[in-house]
């Protein structure tokens, strides 16, 4: 702990001695005449390239969006290969994500730069996010070449990215977008978007959506000889969502962002499905809110400044009916609280070599209504130090990452303190002048301590639960560029191998909204991710997008060679899973086709015939059109959402949805 201590020490000193040089060369530019220009607006977001990064990164943006006809978070990430995502079904059902089968809390969700945290799981559910105001999500694998970021970003073993759009104004001051969506089982889903510039140097937008539904579909389940239908009861829901953004210009200042998000959800848990029977006696009512404040400035041509403040609430609500209960019930409340800081700090010695420090303090609380409930405090210290080459024909980046955690509770004893130093490093090579063809190596060492219900809840938790250690190795080969001049405008393709080792690993089994856990040693995950894409220029002002992912995974239990499940694949996880898109522009109608397949996999650790799931493929068929009034404009998008009426499961014994329809009407003024 002393080479702990003594290494953030140390780092932060650096970042003091970049502030303090700094600061003199800023002072010295005060003596040169200094001429602003006008205000110049920037239309769209710098999006980061899939081919020319050192890791595996796919991308889709809101254009994408309304061409595919998608509408949820959960909906764009299913089509990027290297991805698993557990959902429970319904439209308010539970919806995490894991990268190549490491499991989710080894998985960030970035929300405009800042990670959205949940101590008390580790899990984040990415069903309650839209994709209304979203202009791109990225998924990165490793470590991301973008080395200014928060120390949080550095550990991870991935990250999602979520960039919210920022307003653009011409000619008018204000801007509104107004959509309204109709879909199966008595789904209504308004959203409005309003955008002010409030002066040349300051803007806000503020954004809302409410979501009902009853959640009643249909849905197949095979008794003996016979097949029985029934209607998934106890899955409505009713969600209020809000944002506020203000945008400030600082000048020589640098630049303000200011947001806050709220969130309100009260929802029936469908249950499961077990011998031809359903659950239906539990619900969750959610009130989470956080504020936070990003703030950039380049302090002079070699050094720039980020900072990053951000305050969390989550309130949580669980209700069981059962007789089993004292009373009849079993109610418990939770109440999270999250006080987080970062500061980072990036020196250019050159054009091509830059280096970045990054010191992130959090402190996480967790108060819930259980008998001789801990009451954790955690504090959490992350620092980084990375350095890149950045070259005409190599890009080489390195990092370093210190951690040290330290726990209080209220009653028995806290877990002990934890700290680790975790090593990356990442290369991308272009082989060719004259044809951009790379490979890309990587490592990273990952570490994931016990959330607090692994430590802390009820019978379950384990004070002594070590920590998950993770390595991980990536070899690919990119291509991107034209094919057959005047005919395939752009093309690209990228192939990775990839090999884990994840020593104390921590599986969870998932209860709905209780989270059991346990630990099976050491897991060895291997395998290869294939993207390709094109767009094809056809007569007419027509054009045809086709994009194409295939994973393959063996992610099994080494920790014990007279154990049962010694060699099986560990829950979940397919060896064989894609998507394929395929999207038809034209002046007249845009038609789209998605279908997402995975292969069979098994529910629990043991791979037996009874634990074994079917594999599935879901269709879904769109159509949209743009209508232009001048400076207004009407969108339509008509979509039919698992054609085959399909009711495969992701969760064992929670049936999904079969053949439903939605239509969007979005109109900008």
């Given at each position: 702990m002393q080479i702990l201590y003594r290494t953030r020490v140390a780092l932060l000193f650096v970042l003091y001695f970049l502030l303090?040089?700094?600061?003199?060369?800023?002072?010295?530019?005060?003596?040169?005449?200094?001429?602003?220009?006008?205000q110049i607006y920037v239309v769209g977001s710098a999006k980061p390239s899939s081919t020319k990064q050192s890791v595996p990164i796919q991308t889709l943006d809101n254009k994408a969006f309304e061409r595919l006809g998608m509408q949820d978070l959960f909906e764009a990430v299913r089509t990027f290969s290297g991805v698993s995502i557990r959902d429970y079904g319904g439209i308010g059902g539970v919806k995490t994500v894991s990268i190549?089968?490491?499991?989710?809390?080894?998985?960030?969700?970035?929300y405009d730069g800042i990670t959205i945290s949940d101590a008390q799981s580790g899990q984040i559910d990415i069903g309650r996010f839209s994709l209304d105001n979203v202009d791109y999500v990225s998924l990165v694998i490793g470590q991301s070449d973008d080395i200014f970021q928060t120390a949080r970003m550095f550990a991870s073993a991935g990250a999602l990215n979520i960039k919210t759009q920022k307003p653009v104004f011409d000619s008018h001051s204000a801007r509104v977008s107004a959509a309204m969506k109709f879909a199966s089982f008595g789904t209504y889903n308004p959203y409005l978007l309003y955008q002010q510039r409030l002066s040349d140097k300051w803007s806000l937008s503020l954004n809302g959506d409410w979501l009902i539904s009853d959640g009643e579909y249909p849905f197949k389940i095979k008794n003996g000889e016979n097949i029985e239908e029934h209607t998934r009861v106890?899955?409505?829901?009713?969600?209020?969502?809000?944002?506020?953004?203000?945008?400030?210009?600082?000048g020589k200042w640098g630049s303000l962002v200011v947001k806050g998000n709220y969130l309100y959800s009260e929802r029936g848990l469908p249950g499961s499905v077990v011998l031809y029977k359903q659950e239906a006696n539990e619900w969750l009512w959610d009130r989470?809110?956080?504020?936070?404040?990003?703030?950039?400035?380049?302090?002079?041509?070699?050094?720039?400044?980020?900072a990053n403040a951000k305050y969390t609430y989550s309130w949580n609500r669980y209700l069981m009916i059962n007789d089993i209960y004292i009373g009849g019930k079993d109610e418990s409340f939770y109440t999270q609280n999250e006080y987080y800081l970062s500061l980072a700090g990036e020196y250019k010695f050159t054009d091509r070599i830059r280096v970045t420090l990054v010191e992130d303090y959090f402190i996480n609380t967790l108060d819930a209504?259980?008998?001789?409930?801990?009451?954790?405090?955690?504090?959490?210290?992350?620092?980084?130090?990375?350095?890149?080459?950045?070259g005409p024909r190599i890009t080489l980046t390195g990092s370093v990452l210190g951690t040290y955690i330290s726990e209080d509770v209220k009653v028995g004893d806290a877990a002990e303190n934890k700290g680790r130093i975790s090593p990356s490093v990442s290369l991308s090579y272009k082989l060719f002048d004259n044809a951009n063809f790379r490979i890309r190596a990587s490592?990273?060492?990952?570490?994931?301590?016990?959330?607090?219900?692994?430590?802390?809840?009820?019978?379950?938790?384990?004070?002594?639960?070590?920590?998950?250690?993770?390595?991980q190795f990536n070899l690919g080969l990119t291509w991107n560029g034209k094919l057959w001049e005047d005919i395939i405008d752009y093309a690209s393709i990228s192939v990775d191998g990839y090999s884990n080792l994840i020593r104390d690993k921590i599986v969870t089994i998932p209860t709905m909204f209780i989270w059991r856990t346990m630990n099976i040693g050491k897991?060895?995950?291997?395998?290869?991710?294939?993207?390709?894409?094109?767009v094809v220029s056809l007569p007419a002002m027509m054009s045809l997008s086709i994009n194409a992912n295939y994973s393959y995974q063996y992610a099994v239990d080494i920790t014990d060679p007279e154990s049962k499940t010694y060699g099986h694949q560990i829950p979940y996880t397919p060896a064989h899973s894609g998507s394929v898109t395929v999207s038809w522009r034209s002046k007249w109608v845009n038609i789209s086709y998605l279908c997402a397949a995975v292969g069979e996999r098994y529910s629990f650790p043991q791979n037996t015939r009874s634990n074994l799931l079917a594999g599935y493929m879901d269709h879904t068929v769109s159509a949209g059109r743009r209508f232009e009034f001048g400076e207004h404009?009407?969108?339509v998008m008509a979509e039919v959402l698992n054609i085959g009426n399909v009711n495969y499961e992701v969760v064992q014994y929670y049936p999904m949805p079969g053949r439903s329809y939605r239509l969007t009407l979005k109109y900008n003024f």
């Open positions: 303090y040089d700094s600061h003199l060369f800023a002072q010295n530019q005060d003596s040169v005449k200094v001429e602003q220009l006008g190549r089968n490491m499991g989710s809390q080894h998985t960030a969700v970035c106890n899955s409505q829901v009713n969600t209020i969502k809000g944002e506020l953004n203000i945008y400030g210009d600082l989470n809110a956080f504020a936070s404040a990003h703030y950039e400035n380049k302090v002079s041509d070699s050094f720039a400044l980020k209504t259980l008998p001789d409930f801990a009451y954790p405090t955690r504090y959490t210290s992350l620092t980084a130090l990375a350095a890149q080459y950045n490592y990273k060492d990952a570490y994931r301590v016990p959330t607090f219900n692994d430590l802390y809840y009820s019978k379950v938790g384990n004070r002594n639960l070590s920590p998950e250690k993770a390595s897991v060895t995950m291997s395998g290869v991710d294939i993207n390709t894409n094109a404009s009407l969108s």
